[in-house]
Antibody, heavy 119, light 108 residues
Framework: QVQLVQSGAEVKKPGASVKVSCKAS????????MHWVRQAPGQGLEWMGI????????SYAQKFQGRVTMTRDTSTSTVYMDLSSLRSEDTAVYYC????????????WGQGTLVTVSS | EIVLTQSPGTLSLSPGERATLSCRAS???????LAWYQQKPGQAPRLLIY???SRATGIPDRFSGSGSGTDFTLTINRLEPEDFAVYYC?????????FGQGTKLEIK
């Protein structure tokens, strides 16, 4: 079965960077795009971007352009989301989510990683 | 960027009743690429509906989606206790995906 296992919670200071990982199993890693979505405490869902694990191409939401980098390691079936210049408003749960293999709709979700930005 | 507006913000109903949730887009959603998710506290979202009206795997038939263009609806018939949660719509027809702000379905 499809499993997406994310790295553990992080506490960062303002201005720092964070790198969250998402290890995939149970399917062919390079055949499905991966999204990143975040959710601030008590707030709604916010799409950050998408990566094609096959070639590594990415597309980011305009809001995060210049601050986010999504990469992948095909040898370990892992995708990464790196967010820089952190501020308090970046405190959120970050999710990876695999698409459906055809239309880019996120289907299978990781368990989420809480990133707390605090001085 | 396509803005999705969900209404109502909160819906208070009793088990057994029917829920009707709305999602309106600021511009037409390409090919009805509109999905609905359910989220319970402390959990990741769960895909219910994709392509505006297709149920995802394992979703009970009391959940149904409809609509096209800019107006979409999620209907939940015969509410069960486990259906009380927050629901989000998502458009994935443009290169930048966007979510609605959510509708909280609470027990009356």
């Amino acid at each position: 079965q499809v499993q997406l296992v994310q790295s553990g919670a992080e506490v960062k200071k303002p201005g720092a960077s964070v790198k969250v990982s998402c290890k995939a199993s149970g399917y062919t890693f390079t055949s499905y795009y991966m999204h990143w979505v975040r959710q601030a405490p008590g707030q709604g869902l916010e799409w950050m971007g998408i990566i094609n694990p096959s070639g590594g191409s990415t597309s980011y939401a305009q809001k995060f352009q210049g601050r986010v980098t999504m990469t992948r390691d095909t040898s370990t079936s892992t995708v990464y989301m790196d967010l820089s210049s952190l501020r308090s408003e970046d405190t959120a749960v970050y999710y990876c989510a695999r698409d459906d293999g055809g239309n880019y709709v996120p289907v299978n979700w990781g368990q989420g990683t809480l990133v707390t930005v605090s001085s | 960027e396509i803005v999705l507006t969900q209404s109502p913000g909160t819906l208070s109903l009793s088990p057994g009743e029917r829920a009707t949730l709305s999602c309106r887009a600021s511009q037409s959603v390409s090919s009805s690429y509109l999905a609905w998710y359910q989220q319970k506290p402390g959990q990741a979202p769960r895909l219910l509906i994709y392509g505006a009206s297709s149920r995802a795997t394992g979703i009970p038939d009391r959940f149904s989606g409809s609509g096209s263009g800019t107006d979409f609806t999620l209907t939940i018939n015969r509410l069960e206790p486990e259906d009380f949660a927050v629901y989000y719509c998502l458009q994935y027809g443009s290169s930048s995906l966007t979510f609605g702000q959510g509708t909280k379905l609470e027990i009356k």
